[in-house]
């Protein structure tokens, strides 16, 4: 059985920082790419970051210089180092995975929903206080 398994939201105040962990089981981590959506209320799913499994990452122009996305294999991890967070960061941040997605900007409905991408994690809360 798939489980991502999401960690390291909690509430910050403006230009702090978070560590959000996306730890996978049951599918071969090292041969898939993983991402991060995140979902404020009344708006749609939309990206934040990817990473593929031969270690390329891409960023939405909204969180690049302040996020980074990494993985350790090891630990069938991927990690999102948030800094310099804005209010405009809260949202339920989102886990997914799948073998060959495209990843588009805005998945359009519900986070965690949506197929593909194919595994979705139960989301973790962040929020940016001003």
């Known amino acids: 059985e798939v489980h991502l398994v999401e960690s390291g939201g909690g509430s910050v105040q403006a230009g702090g920082a978070l560590r959000l962990s996306c730890t996978a089981s049951?599918?071969?981590?090292?041969?898939?790419?993983m991402g991060w959506y995140r979902q404020a209320p009344g708006n749609e799913c939309y990206l934040v970051s990817t990473i593929n499994a031969d270690g390329t990452t891409y960023y939405t122009d909204d969180v690049k210089g302040r996020f980074t996305i990494s993985q350790d294999d090891a630990k069938n991890t991927v990690y999102l180092q948030m800094n310099r967070l804005e209010p405009e960061d809260t949202a339920l941040y989102y886990c997914?995975?799948?073998?060959?997605?495209?990843?588009?900007?805005?998945?359009?409905?519900?986070?965690?929903?949506?197929?593909?991408?194919?595994?979705w994690g139960q989301g973790t809360q962040v929020t940016v206080s001003s």
């Open positions: 049951g599918f071969t981590f090292a041969d898939s790419d």
């Open positions: 997914a995975a799948d073998l060959d997605f495209d990843w588009p900007h805005s998945l359009g409905g519900l986070c965690g929903s949506v197929r593909p991408p194919e595994y």
